[in-house]
């Protein structure tokens, strides 16, 4: 009996009261009507399954049924089963509407940070999903290693060996969910040896700053001048946070002196770099620059993101570590932070080429979207430059000085979102930066143009 009501029909939760279990039944089925639990059209279960849950006779089952079908709550119909009737019934109150913000969003969002969404491939992601979950073993969907599923963990480290010039071997790469995450764990774990200081780029981000701060690391702004973040000399730092392949905001390269001094500080004193190389694939102009990690694979932490090539709405990113940190970080949380389906679909993706591909189209639209900013600057606003290398996701554009104040007023009433953050204690040239690779395809245009009408 146990195995038959295991495999009849739909669920359907009733505590049938009063005298009698046809009335009971049958006032219990009103109710659930009349309160709106059930929904008109909502299909009931047969009189066979419903029976076998309530441990009751199937006539008294069919009976009440009956008894509401002629009642008008209920319809029955040869094919359709039994249903809940089409028919007026009070509905719970609906909860107050959340307010609109709709006068407060932007019309034009040049945000840096985020890819062109619109561009997300969905048929390639799907594709491998399916090709992914038809040959995913059995123990794919148990708990399984901490630092990732294998199949991830070995097509990254091919896809950043081969691209990034990192030297990964799966069994020292853990994947996480994102940046942010990554950053906690090992910052959650370089305090637990007793690290006390991160050292961190004026330029950074503050949200970042927070996350390291709430693991019980303090944070230190490094200096920079005209050739980037000064890291050689990070004071009393345990460790160091570095944008080597591209610093965000400024748009410039780590410059090679100084990411040998940062690799030769961390040798010396026995301190870590982290690496966060988040768009390390989009050059235009050239080959990117190799990961800083190669120079130290035990000295440096690399940590990367699908949040820029793919969506950050993916939550996958993945951390290659000096061999002594990997207990530590797993013991901090590692790979089970991202579902299963979603580790095996990236790396289907990885392996097939698919990956590969996406980035390149994407890098192709991101490059004529710069240049279009800059040409489209050059002729509307030939006062304005743009600064940093062809790379990345933003640009920062240098602006007269004195104007800053007034083209952030002109970008609000243009309905642009931009971004502007200061350097941490010190003087700053007046400045912009713009996320080129936020809007879609269809709107960049319109974008460009209403950027160049707030412009100087």
């Not at 950053?183 to 050292?199: D, F, N, S, Y």
Request: charge should be positive.
């Amino acid at each position: 009996m146990a195995e038959h009501r295991a495999t009849l029909g739909i669920d359907l939760h009733l505590a049938p009261t009063g005298p009698g279990l046809r009335r009971g039944l049958t006032d219990a089925l009103r109710e659930a009507v009349r309160t709106g639990r059930l929904t008109p059209g909502t299909r009931l279960p047969s009189s066979r399954s419903l029976a076998a849950d309530l441990g009751i006779a199937r006539n008294t089952v069919a009976d009440a049924y009956a008894d509401l079908v002629a009642e008008g709550w209920l319809t029955a119909r040869q094919g359709s089963g039994t249903r809940v009737a089409d028919r007026a019934v009070p509905r719970p109150p609906a909860r107050p509407a959340a307010p609109r913000r709709v006068p407060g969003r932007p019309r034009y969002d040049l945000l840096p940070g985020t890819p062109d969404l619109a561009s997300f491939p969905r048929a390639a992601w799907l594709k491998a999903t399916r090709r992914a979950l038809a040959a995913a073993p059995n123990d794919a969907f148990g708990y399984g290693d901490p630092r990732g599923r294998p199949e991830l963990r070995t097509a990254l480290a091919d896809y950043l060996a081969r691209v990034r010039g990192v030297r990964a071997d799966p069994e020292r790469l853990v994947v996480c969910s994102g940046f942010a995450h990554g950053l906690h764990l090992v910052c959650a774990a370089l305090h637990a040896r007793g690290a006390r200081t991160l050292a961190v780029e004026s330029y950074g981000l503050d949200i970042h700053w927070d996350l390291v701060e709430r693991t019980g690391l303090r944070t230190v702004p490094l200096p920079f001048d005209d050739l980037g973040t000064r890291a050689q000399s990070p004071g009393d730092a345990d460790a160091v946070l570095l944008n080597p392949a591209h610093q965000f905001p400024l748009g410039g390269a780590l410059v090679p002196e100084r990411r040998a001094a940062a690799v030769d500080w961390a040798r010396r004193t026995g301190g870590l770099v982290l690496e966060d190389d988040y768009d390390g694939e989009f050059r235009y102009d050239r080959q990117a620059v190799g990961a800083l990690q190669d120079l130290d694979p035990d000295h440096v932490v690399y940590l990367g993101t699908a949040s820029k090539s793919l969506a950050p709405g993916l939550r996958l990113g993945w951390m290659v570590l000096p061999p002594s940190l990997v207990p530590e970080v797993v013991a901090h949380g590692g790979g089970r932070s991202v579902g299963v389906l979603d580790q095996l679909t990236l790396a289907e993706f990885l392996t097939s080429g698919a990956y590969d591909r996406h980035v390149r189209a994407a890098r192709l639209r991101y490059r004529r979207r710069r240049d279009a900013l800059v040409e489209a600057l050059a002729t509307r606003a030939p006062d304005v430059r743009v600064t940093g290398i062809a790379a990345g996701l933003h640009a920062v554009l240098r602006l007269p000085p004195g104007t800053e104040p007034s083209v952030v007023r002109a970008a609000a009433w243009h309905g642009l979102a931009r971004y502007r953050h200061p350097a941490a204690g010190g003087a700053r040239a007046d400045a912009l930066v713009v996320g080129y690779a936020t809007p879609p395809d269809h709107a960049w245009a319109s974008t460009l143009e209403a950027l160049c009408r707030a412009l100087p």
